[in-house]
């Protein structure tokens, strides 16, 4: 994992050992002194970077918040988030014929996606740099997460969505919660380029995942994920399977492998593949991959039922794509039908996922049968989102209610005579 490898000399601009590194340039920067989202210098992705890396006898307590040895504060707005549970799912194991399959339910976060876990850490950053009207573009979960953090931070929040697809739980929840909403005529991607606009010229504090401490909260996906698998399985998993849009999970797990060898918590070859799968109607980071790429290419046009990942223009991609490589893992595109079968399966074992998240067992079922994947593997598979999320999708991959009469006869001769 050569490249963009965690330096430890610390600059002198680091604050109790925490600053920002271009991952581009390598220039440093304070950490809460500005807001800043990227490079001064060449406008390249920042990181966080830290002095003392913890192993696993500093982590305490539940939630995101066992982890803060790991994250530049030690504490945030929270409602609680993380310890989300680590399903087994026999059926689906056996079907898709690996070793072991877990899933990681980030569904259970309190919002309903892993978005909560960054939003712990982004709310809490954004008051520390003091900040006070919050934003972010979204396909739906980082404005429902956003608003929710921001409504228990007592700040102001502003969400730009795309017109007319979003899933109408997420939109009820940005609501509810209190975000001013902006219904934009154009896709996330045309969101996130006015809410970046919006940010520069000092509107607003950006909270999607080009922010880089959001994605530290996000890293505790993947410390939750080593522990929990670790302890109950023995070993760590060889593969890590998740859904992709943005890639700000994709770079968060690769980050959290990393400081996890520098630290010495793990040896390289414990690393996970991690495994990134898109709708293949919004798949610039399996094309990227598929061709040897260094960067995406925009989509213009990016259309999938799984709207929470209909992004045309993956902003972590320069974190990402090195991510996917240097741990032996891979990118590959599902079709809506085999999102649905997928979202199907899994909530045939009692786990209710949305669209989007089914998008890791799609992708894993399509490489086993592939061979990509073999037979002995020990996978997790990531699912991002809540089935309430969106009911629509749900209503329609499930079977339609039946019209009974009002007394038990007629219920009776109904179940008879179908
Ligand atoms: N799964 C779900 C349910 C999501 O909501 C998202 C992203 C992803 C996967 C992709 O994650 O961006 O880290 O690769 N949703 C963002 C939003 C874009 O606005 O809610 P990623």
């Not at 934003?135 to 997460?145: L, V």
């Not at 999607?208 to 994605?215: D, K, V």
């Not at 259309?303 to 974190?319: F, L, Q, S, Y």
């Amino acid at each position: 994992m050569a490249h963009l490898e965690l330096t430890a000399e610390e600059p002198p601009c680091a604050e109790d050992g925490v600053w920002l590194t271009c991952i581009e340039c390598s220039e440093t920067f304070a950490p809460f002194d500005d807001v800043r989202y990227t490079c001064d210098d060449c406008d390249g992705l920042l990181e966080v970077r830290y002095a003392d890396l913890p192993t696993w006898d500093d982590f305490e307590g539940d939630g995101v918040w066992r982890y803060d040895a790991a994250l530049p504060t030690r504490s945030g707005v929270s409602l609680p988030e993380g310890s989300t549970p680590l399903h087994d799912v026999d059926r689906l194991e056996d079907e898709i014929g690996v070793d072991r399959l877990r899933v990681k339910h980030e569904g259970m976060n309190p919002t309903g996606s892993f978005k909560d876990r960054g939003m712990t850490l982004g709310v809490r950053v954004a008051q520390r740099v003091g900040v006070d009207r919050l934003a972010c573009a979204s396909t739906g979960n980082t404005s429902a997460a956003l608003a929710a953090y921001g409504a228990r931070g007592g700040m102001e929040t502003l969400v730009l969505l795309p017109a007319g697809k979003v899933a109408a739980g997420k939109v009820a929840q940005a609501s509810l919660h209190g975000a001013r909403i902006l219904e934009v005529d154009g896709n996330f991607d045309t969101c996130l380029d006015i809410v970046q606009d919006l940010a520069m010229r000092g509107e607003a504090y950006l909270l999607n995942s080009l922010n880089p401490f959001r994605l530290e909260g996000q890293k505790t996906i993947g410390l939750e994920i080593m522990e929990q698998f670790h302890e109950e399985e023995g070993t760590y998993p060889d593969r890590i399977v998740l859904p992709v849009g943005n890639a700000g999970n994709t770079s968060a797990l690769y980050k959290c492998f990393r400081e996890l060898v520098k630290s010495g918590a793990i040896e390289e070859s414990d690393v996970p593949k991690l495994t990134g799968i898109q709708a293949a109607g919004a798949a610039p980071m399996v094309e990227a991959i598929e061709h040897g790429w260094e960067e995406t290419e925009r989509w213009e046009d990016v259309e999938t039922r799984a709207t929470a990942i209909r992004i045309g223009n993956p902003v972590n991609a320069p974190k990402a794509l090195p991510g996917i490589r240097a741990t032996g893992g891979t990118a590959a595109a599902v079709s809506d039908e085999e999102i649905t079968r997928a979202q199907r399966d899994l909530a045939g074992e009692g786990v209710g996922v949305e669209p989007a998240s089914a998008a890791s067992i799609a992708g894993l079922r399509k490489l086993r049968n592939e061979g990509v994947v073999d037979s002995d593997e020990e996978v997790v598979c990531l699912t991002t989102g809540h089935l309430l999320k969106d009911p629509e999708a749900a209503a329609e991959a499930g079977e339609d209610p039946e019209p009974v009469p009002g007394h038990t006869e007629g219920v009776l001769e109904h179940l008879e005579a179908n």
